[in-house]
């Protein structure tokens, strides 16, 4: 603040001088050729006035634009912090707080643009096995946990063209771009056994050991996201129906 004050004079007593000096050089330039001379009060009157009315007005001036400038970069400041804040609540709106991976709204929007993009791709359907029991035997902590590392083992078979999801309870959603339907009980299969070897600590101290069905689908381009999502399902319902902790692709 002191420095811009400092500046705001500086600059006004800069605009006055070079205001006086401009009405020197036009008297002595201009007068002369009416036939006066400007000597006494004339020569006071064009050092004087210059000072008296530039001074006060350029400092005027120059403190409003300074306020200006500072409104202005103030105003930048906010809008940049509401955008920010905006940017972070729709990301929030859009992820699953106890996962980590996008609400099944997000997931399905993510799946539309993959679809109308022409990316074609492998579809799971994952459910964890008996996951009640879990939370009736061992507390919702421990269901929570095991809820929150299956969304981290899936987050790390996100790449970035990949989305993953949770699509309601203990459903999750897994679209991986690229993928072959060759490759697509491969995949399957390493995400099932990463997750069958996760051993939970109930606060009982009991070890819990999870499990998941997994159904899958392969993707065309320009699938439909809520069809394929529907055969994935009905995988997963094999797989669950033919004993659970298996994939069915």
């Known amino acids: 603040m002191v420095v811009s004050m400092r500046r705001i004079i500086e600059k006004s007593f800069l605009t006055g001088l070079c205001s006086m000096l401009a009405s020197l050089a036009l008297s002595f330039c201009i007068v002369p050729l009416l036939g006066g001379q400007v000597v006494g009060a004339g020569l006071f009157m064009t050092i004087f006035c210059p000072l008296a009315i530039s001074i006060p007005a350029s400092a005027f001036h120059f403190a409003q634009s300074e306020r200006i400038r500072r409104a202005e970069a103030a105003t930048k400041e906010v809008l940049q912090q509401l955008a920010d804040a905006y940017e972070a609540l729709r990301l929030q709106s859009r992820t699953d707080g106890l ?8 997931f399905m929007e993510e799946l539309e643009g993959m679809s109308g993009r022409g990316v074609a791709g492998v579809l799971l359907f994952l459910d964890l096995d008996h996951f009640k ?15 929150r590392l ?16 949770r699509l309601g309870g203990e459903e999750f959603g897994l679209f991986q771009s690229g993928l072959t339907f060759e490759d697509m ?12 070897a996760v051993v939970l ?14 159904g899958a689908c392969h993707c065309p381009p320009g699938f439909d996201p809520s069809e394929r999502l529907k055969a994935a399902d009905e995988n997963l319902y094999q797989a669950k129906s033919l004993g659970r902790n298996r994939v069915v692709a």
């Open 150 to 165: 299956t969304g981290r083992i899936l987050s790390r078979y996100q790449r970035q063209s990949d989305v993953a999801g």
């Open 133 to 147: 029991m879990i939370n009736d035997r061992h507390g919702h902590a421990t269901g929570d946990e095991a809820l």
């Open 99 to 106: 996962t980590g991976v996008l609400t099944r709204g997000a």
């Open 185 to 196: 009980h491969t995949r399957c299969e390493e995400i099932r056994a990463e997750i069958a």
């Open 201 to 214: 600590h109930a606060a009982s101290g009991s070890r819990v050991q999870i499990s998941a069905s997994i």
